[in-house]
Every structure is written in structure tokens, then in C-alpha cells.
């Protein structure tokens, strides 16, 4: 892949240009499309076969409501939900907690991140922003989760709540990034 990967060793290549950066951590059951989504949101491509188990973390300068920054992503992949999850709490600007409109499993996976996240952000006093993502809008016929299950709970954790597909548009996918960084901008 094409795109550039920073790995934690190498984040102080980045501050010298003196940008602003986010860190967005992706979080979600395996198979939710959280590779899918990232993937896309840096190439613009849906790529349908990605290694289950690669956890990554990936750069990309973006302009956000005029303004540089340098946008950090962590595709994780826990593989047993947040457990030894002190990687992401603490690195993460914002959190994009990703779920499959056609798996009501990947829904219920959600609830454990939100409640691992909320603990933490207690814990640590801070406001870093949650945003809660139905993907897989394109499996409409096979839906398993409301979109009004998917607000209520968006809205039982204070998150912002959007669904999306990573293989349909990318300007939406895109959105979803930049209003993470909006959100984290606010704090
Ligand atoms: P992850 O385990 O959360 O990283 O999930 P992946 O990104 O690897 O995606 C799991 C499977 O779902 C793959 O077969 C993807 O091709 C598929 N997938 C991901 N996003 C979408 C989507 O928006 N629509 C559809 N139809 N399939 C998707
Ligand atoms: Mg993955």
C-alpha cells in the first residue's frame, strides 16, 4: 500500500513542520470494517481483503476548515475486545467506534468500547470526543441494527453518531475523519 505509515517510533518526524496533530484511534469487533474504513480515508479505495490482524497506525496531512494538521490513525485489532487497551486510551485525540449495520454482534462489541472509553475519560478528566459508526450502509437489505438503535446509544454515551459505507463514497468517509478532528479541536 501506498500510503504512509508512521509507526509511534517515528512520530517526531512530523512536529518540526510545526502542524498541529490528532490521533484517531479505530476501534470496533473484528470484521466491522475498521481497515476498510481507514484504508479508504487515506487512498480514496475500498480494498475488500485485509489482514484481520494487522494493527497499524498511519499519518496523513489534511486540511480541516482551512487549517493543516497531521491526522494519525490507529487501525487496531483486538481480537478478544478491550483488553490491554491502554495503547489507544492513552495515545487517542478522538475515537471512531465502528460497528456493522448488518451484524447486531458488532453492535453489542461497540457497547463494551464505549464503556471501556467513558471509564477512562472519567478517569483522566479529559473530553476527548467519541464518534459512533454504522458501516456497511450498502448491506441496507441485511440490516440488523436500527438506525435509531444506533443514535440511541450514540446518544446514551454523549457521541456523535453517523452511518457510512467504506465502499461507497469517499467524501462521507472523509467527514467522518475531519469531524473527529473538529470535535477534538473544540476541547
Ligand atoms: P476489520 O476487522 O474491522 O478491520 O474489518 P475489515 O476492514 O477487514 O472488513 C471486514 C470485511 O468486511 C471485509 O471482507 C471487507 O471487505 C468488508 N467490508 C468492510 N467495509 C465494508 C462496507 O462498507 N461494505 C461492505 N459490503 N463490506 C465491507
Ligand atoms: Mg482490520
Not at 27 to 50: D, H, N, P, Q
Not at 67 to 74: A, D, E, G, I, T
Not at 119 to 140: C, F, S, Y
Not at 144 to 150: A, F
Request: overall charge negative; hydrophobic content about 40%; proline content about 3%.
Amino acid at each position: 500500500l501506498m500510503f504512509g505509515k508512521a509507526r509511534s517510533s517515528n512520530f517526531s518526524a512530523i512536529p518540526e513542520r510545526g502542524q498541529p496533530e490528532f490521533n484517531v484511534v479505530v476501534l470496533g469487533v473484528m470484521g466491522s470494517g475498521k481497515s476498510a474504513l481507514t484504508v479508504k480515508f487515506l487512498t480514496k479505495r475500498f480494498i475488500s481483503e485485509y489482514d484481520p490482524h494487522l494493527e497499524d497506525t498511519y499519518s496523513s496531512e489534511e486540511m480541516v476548515d482551512q487549517q493543516p494538521v497531521v491526522v494519525k490513525v490507529m487501525d487496531t485489532a483486538d481480537q478478544d475486545g478491550p483488553v490491554n487497551c491502554e495503547r489507544y486510551l492513552t495515545w487517542a485525540s478522538a475515537f471512531l467506534v465502528v460497528y456493522s449495520i448488518d451484524s447486531r454482534r458488532s453492535f453489542e462489541g461497540c457497547q463494551q468500547y464505549l464503556e471501556a472509553i467513558t471509564v477512562h475519560i472519567r478517569a483522566l478528566q479529559t473530553h476527548t470526543p467519541i464518534i459512533l459508526l454504522g458501516n456497511k450502509l450498502d448491506m441496507e437489505r441485511y440490516r440488523q441494527v436500527s438506525k435509531s438503535d444506533g443514535s440511541a446509544l450514540a446518544s446514551r454515551f454523549g457521541c456523535l453518531f453517523f452511518e457510512v459505507s467504506a465502499c461507497l463514497d469517499f467524501l462521507s468517509i472523509q467527514r467522518v475523519f475531519h469531524e473527529a478532528v473538529r470535535e477534538a479541536r473544540r476541547e
